[in-house]
């Protein structure tokens, strides 16, 4: 069965850091694109940042630049978005999507596989 599962989340102040894991099953996750994204209460989602199946290259959107950092690692079959100095519009439930996708890409229908989100509240 192929399943996406983030980990890492919970209550964290302004300033302060994180690191969601995104763990696949059932399917080999160095074939896909993965990506990151949120959604936070009464917005849509948008993606965060993305990660290519090829030679790694990624991809962030200027509101988390320079903040949030997505690597992964192949013989984990895992994921990592490391998050510092966050802030409270981080405030979101957090999502990692894997899709069969040879460039950057964050639209989310694009994508094929999706974990079931972590909550990321940011607050002091």
């Known amino acids: 069965q192929v399943q996406l599962v983030e980990s890492g989340g919970g209550l964290v102040q302004p300033g302060g850091s994180l690191r969601l894991s995104c763990a696949a099953s059932g399917f080999t996750l160095d074939d896909y694109a993965i990506g990151w994204f949120r959604q936070a209460p009464g917005k849509e989602r948008e993606g965060v940042s993305y990660i290519s199946s090829s030679d790694g290259s990624t991809y962030y959107v200027d509101s988390v630049k320079g903040r949030f950092t997505i690597s992964r690692d192949n013989a984990k079959n895992t994921v990592y978005l490391q998050m510092n100095s966050l802030k409270p519009e981080d405030t979101a439930v957090y999502y990692c999507?894997?899709?069969?996708?040879?460039?950057?890409?964050?639209?989310?229908?694009?994508?094929?596989?999706w974990g079931q989100g972590t909550q990321v509240p940011v607050s002091s």
């Open positions: 999507a894997a899709g069969a996708l040879p460039y950057i890409e964050l639209a989310p229908s694009e994508y094929d596989y």
